[in-house]
């Protein structure tokens, strides 16, 4: 209800205009009356008015005193909207009205319809500017919260705590102690919930999420962040998650901060103690205080990576699944610390993976795909997720081997193929011959040679046997029957015929035109 304050000294005035505006807006104002300025100005600093409607003139105080006062008193505070009134169409009084920002002048007698239209118009600005105020504080509340969280989330990245007296200020509103957590949300594919959808998912859970944590920020790796007073509000989220049967949301609590230069360690804290989640797949809320307990450690296995590294590519599959369990102490999984786990991970990655593509070169698209997921064991929300994976890595990688090995084999074979055809195409010759040469099965001979060299046997040997005689009849060494025994044709017909089938012309043509090209 807005404060209305009517100043006239003459009483009829006051209490008709009084009347017509309950009368035309019922319950829109609380209606206040003073008979002179002098009168309204003391009304006016108990009670405060949004809006004043006065007369001009008046005893004691006038209108236009009144105005210059009431300009005085509020001055950068909310001015009430002003209406005049005078029974004189003065242009000195709408001089005076111009420089104090009078809403509207009404001449007497007053007209009801001019009345509630003006009131009308400052109703309607007074909510315009009340809903321009109120969208600047919640822009400026909005700001506020966006840089006190910024300031938060550079006090998590940050080893020492090093406060300039602004930011200090800013930060001084944390309650203490506190306690840090950290949430996760894993889909099914492996991919993980944004932020903000995980806060959505806790205020489903919880109600408003300011009523239960006082800050709420996004870390640099996008996961959400919460400072509650106890642990008791993420144990009660971990309830309420776990009754409605939301499995994939993980929570990693810090031990209790008792100050802004402990915000890191106990963030650090929950980070750990929510990466402890990868170890127990159906825990989805962690204590550090509990995971930080004795935890097995072992000395980096690095004869066993020695061991795993020679066994790819020697299809035993059985052993070195046998031995990455070892080197992963799988039987000791639950009871073993992290940090036991991310060694051997990262030393997989250098001293197995790295290793052997630097020695057999980077395998198939698919193979380096999976490397590069595997390769982070915290791309997986359980390490039997990881661990299966890491295996048919190795197994890829292993079958990898064997090709790259089989591949360098074959090469081997051809290439002594292909000598054996250039030491003996002058005798008779053929395809059972130079497979069994190399060892091959004949038909697997065949695929692999045509592979290699991109023709047939006897295209090839063809070929290579045009090419000697080239070199014979170039140098006019005998007749052409001659040459085509020396190169390994049965006959020279037979030669006449393959000569000219890749030549284009005959043996006899050629020599002559070569023996034309020397005289020239």
Same mark, same amino acid.
């Given at each position: 209800?807005?404060?209305?304050?009517?100043?006239?000294?003459?009483?009829?005035?006051?209490?008709?205009?009084?009347?017509?505006?309950?009368?035309? #807006?019922?319950?829109?104002?609380?209606?206040?009356?003073?008979?002179?300025?002098?009168?309204?100005?003391?009304?006016?600093?108990?009670?405060?008015?949004?809006?004043?409607?006065?007369?001009?003139?008046?005893?004691?105080?006038?209108?236009?005193?009144?105005?210059?006062?009431?300009?005085?008193?509020?001055?950068?505070?909310?001015?009430?909207?002003?209406?005049?009134?005078?029974?004189?169409?003065?242009?000195?009084? %709408?001089?005076?009205?111009?420089?104090?920002?009078?809403?509207?002048?009404?001449?007497?007698?007053?007209?009801?319809?001019?009345? #509630?239209?003006?009131?009308?118009?400052?109703?309607?600005?007074?909510?315009?500017?009340? #809903?321009?105020?109120?969208?600047?504080?919640?822009?400026?509340?909005?700001?506020?919260?966006?840089?006190?969280?910024?300031?938060?989330?550079?006090?998590?990245?940050?080893?020492?705590?090093?406060?300039?007296?602004?930011?200090?200020?800013?930060?001084?509103?944390?309650?203490?102690?506190?306690?840090?957590?950290?949430?996760?949300?894993?889909?099914?594919?492996?991919?993980?919930?944004?932020?903000?959808?995980?806060?959505?998912?806790?205020?489903?859970?919880?109600?408003?999420?300011?009523?239960?944590?006082?800050?709420?920020?996004?870390?640099?790796?996008?996961?959400?962040?919460?400072?509650?007073?106890?642990?008791?509000?993420?144990?009660?989220?971990?309830?309420?998650?776990?009754?409605?049967?939301?499995?994939?949301?993980?929570?990693?609590?810090?031990?209790?901060?008792?100050?802004?230069?402990?915000?890191?360690?106990?963030?650090?804290?929950?980070?750990?103690?929510?990466?402890?989640?990868?170890?127990?797949?159906?825990?989805?809320?962690?204590?550090?205080?509990?995971?930080?307990?004795?935890?097995?450690?072992?000395?980096?296995?690095?004869?066993?990576?020695?061991?795993?590294?020679?066994?790819?590519?020697?299809?035993?599959?059985?052993?070195?699944?046998?031995?990455?369990?070892?080197?992963?102490?799988?039987?000791?999984?639950?009871?073993?610390?992290?940090?036991?786990?991310?060694?051997?991970?990262?030393?997989?990655?250098?001293?197995?993976?790295?290793?052997?593509?630097?020695?057999?070169?980077? =395998?198939?698209?698919?193979?380096?795909?999976?490397?590069?997921?595997?390769?982070?064991?915290?791309?997986?929300?359980?390490?039997?997720?990881?661990?299966?994976?890491?295996?048919?890595?190795?197994?890829?990688?292993? +079958?990898?081997?064997?090709?790259?090995?089989? =591949?360098?084999?074959?090469? &081997?074979?051809?290439?002594?193929?292909?000598?054996?055809?250039?030491?003996?195409? &002058?005798?008779?010759?053929?395809?059972?011959?130079?497979?069994?040469?190399?060892?091959? +099965?004949?038909?697997?001979?065949?695929?692999?040679?045509?592979?290699?060299?991109?023709?047939?046997?006897?295209?090839?040997?063809?070929?290579?046997?045009?090419?000697? &005689?080239?070199?014979?009849? =170039?140098?006019?060494?005998?007749?052409? %029957?001659?040459?085509?025994?020396?190169?390994?044709?049965?006959?020279?017909?037979? #030669?006449?015929?393959?000569?000219?089938?890749?030549?284009?012309?005959?043996?006899?043509?050629?020599? =002559?035109?070569?023996?034309?090209?020397?005289?020239?």
């Amino acid at each position: 209800m807005k404060k209305l304050l009517i100043v006239d000294d003459e009483k009829n005035i006051r209490v008709g205009l009084k009347i017509m505006i309950e009368r035309e #807006f019922p319950s829109a104002y609380s209606i206040i009356m003073a008979s002179n300025g002098a009168e309204a100005l003391e009304v006016f600093k108990t009670d405060g008015a949004d809006i004043i409607i006065t007369d001009i003139r008046m005893p004691v105080m006038d209108g236009i005193t009144l105005l210059e006062q009431l300009s005085m008193e509020v001055r950068g505070e909310k001015k009430p909207a002003v209406v005049i009134l005078s029974g004189y169409d003065d242009f000195e009084y %709408a001089k005076c009205a111009i420089r104090y920002r009078v809403k509207d002048y009404l001449l007497k007698p007053i007209r009801r319809d001019e009345l #509630f239209e003006i009131l009308l118009h400052i109703h309607k600005e007074q909510e315009e500017q009340e #809903f321009s105020v109120k969208k600047i504080e919640r822009e400026a509340e909005q700001f506020r919260k966006e840089l006190r969280s910024s300031r938060l989330r550079g006090l998590l990245q940050q080893q020492e705590v090093q406060l300039e007296p602004e930011q200090q200020e800013e930060l001084n509103g944390l309650e203490v102690p506190f306690t840090v957590g950290v949430l996760n949300y894993y889909f099914n594919d492996g991919t993980r919930m944004k932020a903000t959808e995980v806060q959505g998912l806790v205020e489903r859970l919880m109600g408003p999420i300011e009523k239960c944590f006082s800050e709420i920020i996004t870390d640099w790796d996008g996961k959400l962040v919460l400072i509650g007073t106890s642990r008791q509000s993420f144990m009660e989220l971990s309830r309420q998650a776990e009754a409605r049967e939301i499995t994939s949301l993980s929570i990693g609590i810090s031990r209790e901060g008792k100050g802004l230069e402990e915000l890191r360690s106990c963030y650090k804290e929950a980070c750990r103690a929510l990466q402890y989640t990868f170890l127990f797949p159906q825990e989805g809320f962690l204590d550090y205080e509990d995971v930080s307990q004795e935890r097995r450690n072992f000395p980096l296995p690095k004869e066993a990576l020695r061991k795993l590294l020679n066994m790819l590519g020697t299809e035993r599959e059985k052993e070195m699944k046998h031995l990455l369990a070892v080197i992963f102490q799988t039987e000791h999984l639950k009871a073993l610390d992290l940090s036991y786990l991310e060694s051997v991970g990262q030393n997989i990655n250098e001293l197995v993976l790295d290793e052997v593509f630097r020695v057999h070169g980077e =395998a198939s698209v698919e193979v380096l795909k999976l490397y590069r997921t595997v390769g982070n064991m915290y791309n997986y929300r359980h390490f039997h997720d990881y661990y299966r994976a890491l295996e048919n890595l190795l197994l890829s990688v292993s +079958n990898y081997i064997v090709g790259v090995r089989s =591949a360098h084999t074959e090469h &081997a074979d051809m290439e002594e193929a292909l000598h054996y055809i250039e030491a003996n195409y &002058a005798r008779p010759l053929n395809m059972a011959m130079v497979s069994n040469h190399v060892s091959l +099965n004949y038909s697997y001979f065949s695929e692999a040679f045509k592979a290699y060299t991109g023709e047939n046997f006897v295209i090839y040997l063809k070929k290579v046997r045009i090419r000697h &005689a080239k070199e014979l009849l =170039a140098k006019d060494c005998g007749k052409l %029957a001659e040459v085509s025994e020396k190169v390994g044709f049965e006959n020279s017909k037979q #030669f006449a015929r393959v000569f000219k089938e890749l030549e284009g012309i005959s043996p006899g043509d050629y020599r =002559a035109k070569m023996l034309s090209e020397d005289l020239s």
